[in-house]
T-cell receptor, first 115, second 108 residues
Framework: KAGVTQTPRYLIKTRGQQVTLSCSPI?????VSWYQQTPGQGLQFLFE???????NKGNFPGRFSGRQFSNSRSEMNVSTLELGDSALYLC??????????????FGQGTRLTVV | GQNIDQPTEMTATEGAIVQINCTYQ??????LFWYQQHAGEAPTFLSY????GLEEKGRFSSFLSRSKGYSYLLLKELQMKDSASYLC?????????FGTGTRLLVSP
């Protein structure tokens, strides 16, 4: 079966712009989580959606938002981009929302560079 | 609060055994995951521990002690392809929290 698909793979934006990233989970998975990965901070949790509802949110400013559609596909949006937003954004899908006893499957990520 | 500690980098030689430690302090605990991430690639699942003890899966084993807030990943018969980052992640209250990862370099 198809894995987790994230688009686009690479993106270059200018400070002040906004960006929308997309994640299509594995078929049948209803939970989608987003992470920001930077060399110094590792994977930082952004938010998690389950059945179109945001279940949990990490410690990121309100410029970071997301949503999930009825087909479980998810988007995250970052407005008023800052240089520090340059990172790899990873999406992970799983059958259930935490707590769960199955692993999360990650997409290849979107590499965002803000110049 | 959430705090997960792993060594930043480790080196080992091909054929050897290496143990990567992870200590954690989290609000809520439902389980602990280990993921492997090669440079430029997505993290992939290695193991999951929810009860104390050792889980063995081929060359990889993972241990958990909930009372000590401690886990380790044991890699045996190291191969060059094992050079990667190893991420410890704790599932707490409704979210999966990752450590910063341990970069393992395997040399011939």
């Amino acid at each position: 079966k198809a894995g987790v698909t994230q688009t686009p793979r690479y993106l270059i934006k200018t400070r002040g712009q906004q960006v929308t990233l997309s994640c299509s989970p594995i078929s049948g998975h209803r939970s989608v989580s987003w992470y920001q990965q930077t060399p110094g901070q590792g994977l930082q949790f952004l938010f998690e959606y389950f059945s179109e509802t945001q279940r949990n949110k990490g410690n990121f400013p309100g410029r970071f938002s997301g949503r999930q559609f009825s087909n479980s596909r998810s988007e995250m949006n970052v407005s008023t981009l800052e240089l520090g937003d340059s990172a790899l954004y990873l999406c992970a899908s799983s059958l259930e929302s935490p707590p769960r006893n199955t692993e999360a499957f990650f997409g290849q990520g979107t590499r965002l560079t803000v110049v | 609060g959430q705090n997960i500690d792993q060594p930043t980098e480790m080196t080992a030689t091909e054929g050897a055994i290496v143990q990567i430690n992870c200590t954690y302090q989290t609000s809520g605990f439902n389980g602990l995951f280990w993921y492997q991430q090669h440079a430029g690639e997505a993290p992939t699942f290695l193991s999951y521990n929810v009860l104390d003890g050792l889980e063995e899966k081929g060359r990889f084993s993972s241990f958990l002690s909930r009372s000590k807030g401690y886990s380790y990943l044991l890699l045996k018969e190291l191969q060059m392809k094992d050079s990667a980052s190893y991420l410890c992640a704790v599932e707490g209250f409704q979210k999966l929290v990752f450590g910063t990862g341990t970069r393992l370099l395997v040399s011939p």
